[in-house]
């Protein structure tokens, strides 16, 4: 089986919109059909999962988006169950990253204006 991004990173500024798909493709000999997606805790993101066909074969996306609000760290597991019961479920640990949004100092937002009718002064 190809999983690609193997890892969701959502990383950003609060309030971003922030989110990653993943592609499940099952391998030629081992096809298998997704049958259940939980998340381990889901609070932090939320996730949507549909049925695609790459190539003419069967396959998969999960959509991870951010939901959280607070600037900070958080991880997390989603698990999908298939119908092998002769494998365990499949695994993509989520991460994310959030920053505070960078807000000028008031020194950086006054900016120097040159009237047109007065040149710079060169040098000092």
Avoid: H
């Amino acid at each position: 089986m190809t999983i690609k991004p193997s890892k969701v990173f959502l990383k950003g500024n609060v309030g971003e919109s922030i989110s990653q798909t993943v592609t499940i493709i099952p391998g030629e000999d081992e096809n298998f059909k997704i049958l259940q997606v939980n998340a381990l805790k889901g609070v932090d993101y939320k996730y949507s999962f549909k049925d695609i066909e790459i190539e003419g074969r069967p396959a998969y996306e999960l959509t991870v988006e951010n939901i959280r609000q607070t600037e900070g760290r958080y991880f997390d597991k989603i698990f999908m169950i298939t119908d092998r019961t002769d494998q365990p479920p499949i695994s993509i640990i989520v991460s994310g990253y959030l920053l505070k949004p960078k807000t000028l100092k008031a020194e950086e937002k006054e900016t120097t204006v040159v009237p047109e009718n007065e040149p710079e002064k060169a040098g000092n």
